[in-house]
């Protein structure tokens, strides 16, 4: 069963980068589609980033596009959220998520694993 967790959020300055790490401690969701998905307080979890089984599509949020690159290293097991120019409408905490396939979705219904979040808070 794949377990999922999150790594390197913090409290940052706008315009800094933070770079966000997903790990399966399971080591099973090579061949899974995974999205980065946040959620402010008092808003609905919104998708951000999605990577298929493989790395070779990806899809952003609009408003997160140019600004954050998602990566995966299958060997590690992992999956990353690269994030530079962070705004405070950025400030979320976000999680990673796996799906039961070998795509990513931008439905939070699509995914059956998640980790527990990692905090993102940035300052104006």
């Known amino acids: 069963q794949v377990q999922l967790v999150e790594s390197g959020g913090g409290l940052v300055q706008a315009g800094a980068s933070l770079n966000l790490s997903c790990t399966d401690s399971?080591?099973?969701?090579?061949?899974?589609?995974v999205g980065w998905f946040r959620q402010a307080p008092g808003k609905e979890r919104e998708f951000v980033a999605g990577?298929?089984?493989?790395?070779?599509?990806?899809s952003y949020a609009d408003s997160v596009k140019d600004r954050f690159k998602i990566s995966r290293d299958r060997y590690k097991n992992s999956v990353f959220l690269r994030m530079s120019n962070l705004k405070p409408d950025d400030t979320a905490v976000y999680y990673c998520?796996?799906?039961?396939?070998?795509?990513?979705?931008?439905?939070?219904?699509?995914?059956?694993?998640w980790g527990q979040g990692t905090q993102v808070t940035v300052a104006s």
């Open positions: 399971k080591r099973t969701f090579s061949n899974n589609g």
């Open positions: 998520a796996a799906a039961l396939r070998a795509s990513f979705s931008r439905s939070t219904s699509d995914y059956r694993y």
């Open positions: 990577i298929n089984w493989n790395g070779g599509s990806t």
